[in-house]
């Protein structure tokens, strides 16, 4: 054979390879996949948006669900990688007595306890149950991303050591140190916390349970961004809790790391460049979590079964405005090369934010 065959009969092979495969495998209720490992997810979807997520909600489950695919995929060091942890291995779960003890995974345990049952029920991994579960949690929020969702990862996991998981409180070079150990850059990190754009507390100050980090805890828009930036006034429920800074609105909030994080040099203009472009936000969350999901993994060993993920309805709105009550001379514009942009202001008068109904 020349030179010249085997360059043709290449190019065919990667031809082949590479046309837009069909959707052989039939799945139930009509559904099809590329491949048939992927149809269980169909099944294990239609549990979880019934079981798990009260029929399709981006409400207190599927925001746990969404922080755990983080507590359990940072267990992860690439300057320990034999003591790190196994990353997204599901060991938060199957070590659930050990991990959930470490004070920075206070709270995990309810969802994990939900969890549980639904991943054995479906004899899926726990580290793949916990990266899907958060990925269609997340896909009911407004606005939401549609996160690549790999499949396959082993049911095998050791315990992940303590202090892997970044606090509120943390000094914020220990907090850029600890993610930069699992691979992720400042302006990464910026983008991880697109997830609190649908978050609430619990357990930094007990007494306010549900209260969110922005007014709209179920959308996934770019209000987090610009309430982290509003001058603080006020702590919310009973006085300073440890990790707390001081919020702009009665009702919300502000973690200590997310109002450094808003205002760092490092991160500012990251931070700052979400609050006109919330599409742009969805599409660094997806890239930035397409790395978190598979940390301690060889993704090319994985099944891309992102199909079986819904996909959200589009955001009210791309620009975020400021809350009423407040006008753009409450921002404390932190990024040095470019203004605070101009957004709308809502009218009226300032408002109480409810918190998370607990379910
Ligand atoms: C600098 C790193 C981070 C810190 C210090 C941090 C800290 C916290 C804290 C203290 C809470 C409140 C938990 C409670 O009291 O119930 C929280 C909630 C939450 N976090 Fe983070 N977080 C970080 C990064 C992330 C990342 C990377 C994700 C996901 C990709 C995430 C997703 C969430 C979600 C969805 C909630 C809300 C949970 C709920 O409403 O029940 N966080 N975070
Ligand atoms: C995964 O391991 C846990 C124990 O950690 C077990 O309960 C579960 O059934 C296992 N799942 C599969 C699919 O093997």
Same mark, same amino acid.
């Not at 495998?25 to 079981?51: M, P």
């Not at 899926?124 to 899907?132: A, E, K, L």
């Not at 100050?205 to 006020?234: M, N």
């Not at 079986?308 to 709105?317: D, E, F, G, M, T």
């Given at each position: 054979?020349?030179?010249?065959?085997?360059?043709?009969l290449?190019?065919?092979?990667?031809?082949?390879?590479?046309?837009?495969?069909?959707?052989?495998?039939?799945?139930?209720?009509?559904?099809?996949?590329?491949?048939?490992?992927?149809?269980?997810?169909?099944?294990?979807?239609?549990?979880?948006?019934?079981?798990?997520?009260?029929?399709?909600?981006?409400?207190?489950?599927?925001?746990?669900?969404?922080?755990?695919?983080?507590?359990?995929? =940072?267990?992860?060091?690439?300057s320990?990688?034999?003591?790190?942890?196994?990353?997204? $291995?599901?060991?938060i779960? &199957?070590?659930?007595? =050990?991990?959930?003890?470490?004070?920075?995974?206070n709270?995990?345990?309810?969802?994990?306890?939900?969890?549980?049952? !639904?991943?054995?029920?479906?004899?899926?991994?726990? +580290?793949?149950?916990?990266?899907?579960?958060?990925?269609v949690?997340v896909?009911?929020?407004?606005?939401?991303?549609?996160?690549?969702? !790999?499949? +396959?990862? &082993?049911?095998?996991?050791?315990?992940?050591?303590?202090?892997t998981?970044p606090?509120?409180?943390?000094?914020?070079?220990?907090?850029? *140190?600890?993610?930069? $150990?699992a +691979?992720?850059?400042?302006?990464?990190?910026?983008d991880?916390?697109?997830?609190?754009?649908? *978050? /609430?507390?619990?357990?930094?100050?007990?007494s306010?349970? +549900?209260s969110?980090?922005?007014?709209?805890?179920?959308?996934?828009? &770019?209000?987090?961004?610009?309430?982290?930036?509003? @001058?603080?006034?006020?702590?919310?429920?009973?006085?300073?809790?440890?990790?707390?800074?001081?919020?702009?609105?009665?009702?919300?909030?502000r973690?200590?790391?997310?109002?450094? %994080?808003?205002?760092?040099?490092?991160? /500012?203009?990251?931070?700052?460049?979400?609050?006109?472009?919330?599409?742009?936000?969805?599409? @660094?969350?997806?890239?930035?979590?397409?790395?978190? &999901?598979?940390?301690?993994? %060889?993704?090319?060993?994985l099944?891309?079964?992102?199909?079986?993920?819904?996909?959200?309805?589009?955001? *009210?709105?791309?620009?975020?405005?400021?809350?009423?009550?407040?006008? !753009?001379?409450?921002?404390? *514009?932190?990024?040095?090369v470019?203004?605070?942009?101009?957004?709308?202001? !809502?009218?009226?008068? %300032?408002?109480?934010?409810?918190?998370?109904?607990?379910?």
């Amino acid at each position: 054979m020349s030179f010249k065959t085997i360059f043709a009969l290449t190019a065919l092979v990667v031809a082949a390879y590479a046309a837009p495969s069909t959707n052989n495998a039939a799945c139930s209720k009509g559904r099809t996949a590329k491949h048939a490992t992927c149809c269980k997810w169909f099944d294990v979807l239609d549990d979880i948006q019934e079981n798990l997520f009260d029929g399709g909600e981006c409400g207190e489950e599927a925001h746990e669900s969404l922080r755990l695919t983080f507590h359990d995929a =940072i267990g992860f060091s690439f300057s320990h990688p034999l003591t790190g942890g196994g990353g997204a $291995d599901g060991s938060i779960m &199957a070590h659930s007595e =050990i991990e959930t003890k470490f004070a920075a995974n206070n709270g995990v345990d309810d969802v994990i306890e939900q969890q549980r049952p !639904l991943a054995i029920k479906h004899g899926v991994s726990f +580290g793949d149950f916990i990266q899907f579960a958060g990925a269609v949690g997340v896909s009911n929020c407004l606005g939401g991303p549609r996160l690549q969702f !790999l499949a +396959g990862r &082993a049911n095998f996991s050791l315990p992940a050591p303590d202090k892997t998981v970044p606090e509120p409180q943390d000094p914020i070079n220990q907090i850029f *140190a600890r993610m930069g $150990d699992a +691979g992720f850059s400042p302006n990464e990190v910026a983008d991880l916390l697109a997830s609190h754009s649908v *978050a /609430a507390q619990d357990h930094v100050d007990p007494s306010v349970h +549900g209260s969110p980090f922005d007014s709209t805890p179920s959308d996934f828009d &770019a209000q987090f961004f610009v309430e982290t930036l509003l @001058k603080g006034i006020s702590t919310t429920g009973s006085g300073p809790a440890v990790g707390e800074a001081l919020s702009p609105l009665p009702g919300e909030l502000r973690l200590q790391s997310d109002f450094v %994080i808003a205002r760092d040099p490092r991160t /500012a203009c990251e931070w700052q460049s979400f609050v006109t472009d919330q599409s742009s936000m969805v599409k @660094k969350f997806e890239k930035v979590m397409s790395k978190l &999901a598979v940390l301690g993994h %060889i993704p090319a060993l994985l099944t891309d079964c992102s199909e079986v993920i819904p996909v959200p309805k589009p955001a *009210a709105s791309n620009i975020a405005h400021i809350p009423a009550g407040k006008t !753009l001379k409450d921002i404390e *514009a932190s990024c040095k090369v470019k203004p605070f942009p101009t957004i709308p202001v !809502l009218p009226g008068p %300032i408002s109480s934010i409810p918190p998370v109904p607990p379910s």
